[in-house]
């Protein structure tokens, strides 16, 4: 495993800055989104930031910073401005800095990145919602150094995450009925796997297996659930014919999502994110399986 320190330029297409006069009033929702999610089981510290911004849709601006520590969940959601990933309390930099500075919560966090991205606009299996013009779609394991200081009390963290990067014409809702994606860092791999089910009810799946020499494509993927509909495990069929199998060892915790308007009467999509210990082909790691659901009882 190797990383270097962060800078923009290091981060690549990850670093991409945001897109200021990509739409206007009269064009489908156009979302620059962000995000960085983190864990270090042995100090028990997991967290996220995420942030979306948008030149025409105010509803769609918000930052949010998640974290527990100790079993300790505290949460700060904030407006977010136009053009900017940074609200009163919580920065993303896109060198790979994050800074919260909230009365409930402050962080300093430096995350760099592991291996090389994975690019989810090489195979186009997200419809894109303007033709001719589709979601750009990137991610990428990262080691994460820092601290987080709750009530008084300073836990300092060493461990993994993955940071995304996403920009275009975008309107969940809309578009998905359904998903559910895992994501495993150890020290020798990061495993990237995506799964939709459409408006149209068309199943596509998409994601990679990355170390340190290649990158391989999924190209199927299979999950198991208990009967809560809680993550089990995954088979992953890879384009080189082999297969992954990746299961869960113990749950740490997760947080919802907000992926939509503050307030809606109408369709709401709901995201979960399931923070967990994995085992992987004989190896431990940590990560995330994220389930989504369109609620259309309104």
């Known amino acids: 495993m190797t990383s270097v320190t962060p800078t923009e330029r290091s981060w690549g297409q990850l670093s991409e800055p945001i897109h200021t006069n990509a739409a206007g009033v009269g ?19 997991f967290g996220t930031l995420h942030v979306s911004t948008s030149p025409n849709a105010p509803s769609a601006r918000r930052a949010r910073f998640s974290i527990s520590v100790a079993g300790r969940v505290t949460e700060v959601i904030e407006p977010l401005g136009e053009g900017t990933f940074s609200s009163g309390s919580l920065h993303f930099g896109l060198d790979g800095r994050v800074r919260v500075d909230h009365p409930s919560v402050q962080a300093e966090l430096v995350n760099a990145p592991l291996f090389v991205a994975a690019d989810y606009g090489t195979n186009n299996v997200i419809p894109p919602l303007v033709p001719g013009q589709p979601l750009q779609h990137f991610q990428q394991a990262c080691t994460v150094v820092g601290s987080v200081t709750v009530d008084g009390t300073t836990v ?21 009925v359904e998903f559910a994606a895992l994501f495993m860092v150890d020290e020798s791999t990061f495993i990237s796997a995506m799964k939709f089910r ?30 809560a509909a809680q993550f089990r495990w995954a088979r992953l069929e890879l384009a080189d014919n082999s297969t992954h199998v990746v299961s869960i060892r ?15 009467d109408g369709p709401a999509l709901g995201v979960y994110d399931d923070f967990m210990m994995l085992d992987s082909e004989g190896r431990c790691g940590e990560g995330i399986f994220e389930q989504a659901i369109l609620h259309r009882v309104a």
């Open 250 to 264: 113990s749950r740490l915790g997760g947080f919802w999502v907000p992926a939509g308007p503050a307030e809606t």
């Open 156 to 176: 300092a963290t060493t461990g993994h995450g993955m940071r995304d990067r996403t920009w275009g014409f975008r309107d969940e809702s809309s578009q998905w």
């Open 27 to 45: 064009d489908p929702v156009w979302k620059d989104n962000a995000y960085f999610s983190f864990w270090d089981p042995a100090a028990q510290v």
């Open 198 to 227: 459409g408006a149209d009810d068309a199943l596509t799946a998409d994601g990679f297996v990355i170390d340190s020499t290649r990158s391989t494509q999924i190209t199927g993927i299979t999950f198991a659930r208990d009967a």
